[in-house]
């Protein structure tokens, strides 16, 4: 039904900067929240930044400063822009949707496949 493809991932030294971006495609009706969350090995998922329809947005204090998530409603798109990358960083980097569809009435979470960060020191 949905579908979220992310890109922009790689390898880049500390102190560079990528950004990623991730699109919402299929039976959308409306996306809420859109969000990234990253995963290192050895460790649980969790959030780095989230974005609410209205555009407020949240940070995990380890990034606060360093990356800036935006949206473009009308691409149904996210990006992450993320600067002075440290080693700490790397991770799977997940994009996230809060999305209702044209045949549900209420949202449901998608998940992106996963992009690689790598952030060599």
Known sequence: QVQL?????GLVQAGGSLRL???ASGSIFSINAMGWYRQAPGKQ????ARIASGASTRYADSVKGR???SRDNAKNTVYLQ???LKPEDTAVYY???DV???ISSWPYDYWGQGTQVTVSS
Not at 5 to 9: F, I, L
Not at 45 to 48: I, M
Request: glycine share 8%.
């Open 95 to 97: 994009c996230n949707a």
């Open 5 to 9: 493809v992310e890109s922009g991932g």
């Open 45 to 48: 998922r969790e959030l780095v």
């Open 100 to 102: 209702v569809t044209v």
């Open 21 to 23: 971006s991730c699109t």
């Open 82 to 84: 993320m600067d002075s």
């Open 67 to 69: 990356f800036t998530i």
